[in-house]
Nanobody, 122 residues
Framework: QVQLVESGGRLVQAGDSLRLTCAYS????????MGWFRQAPGKEREFVAIITRNSIGTYYQDSVKGRFTISRDNAKNTVYLEMNNLKPEDTAVYYC???????????????WGQGTQVTVSS
């Protein structure tokens, strides 16, 4: 049984940095690509970033390019999202999920965590 647990979200001010962590429980972490999504109140869940199994490939939503960095540690079954220069529009619940292909489509991601709230005040 796969479990994903996000942590690290909190209230910060605009311009601050934050690192989210997603702990993966299961035998096959290194077999999957990992992604981060977010969902703001009243909005649909949107893609943020994805990383390949061996960390060679990454891809970001345009609005976070240059500010966010996704990384993973296969030895620790963990994926991270480093967020810098946070803006109020980054406020959302952030989710991690696993996928078998390089995609931004949330429907193609399998297991999801429960999410962690990030709030950026202006």
């Amino acid at each position: 049984q796969v479990q994903l647990v996000e942590s690290g979200g909190r209230l910060v001010q605009a311009g601050d940095s934050l690192r989210l962590t997603c702990a993966y429980s299961g035998p096959t972490f290194s077999s999957y690509l990992m992604g981060w999504f977010r969902q703001a109140p009243g909005k649909e869940r949107e893609f943020v970033a994805i990383i390949t199994r061996n960390s060679i490939g990454t891809y970001y939503q345009d609005s976070v390019k240059g500010r966010f960095t996704i990384s993973r540690d296969n030895a620790k079954n963990t994926v991270y999202l480093e967020m810098n220069n946070l803006k109020p529009e980054d406020t959302a619940v952030y989710y991690c999920a696993e996928a078998s292909e390089f995609t931004t489509d949330p429907d193609k991601f399998d297991f999801w965590g429960q999410g962690t709230q990030v709030t950026v005040s202006s």
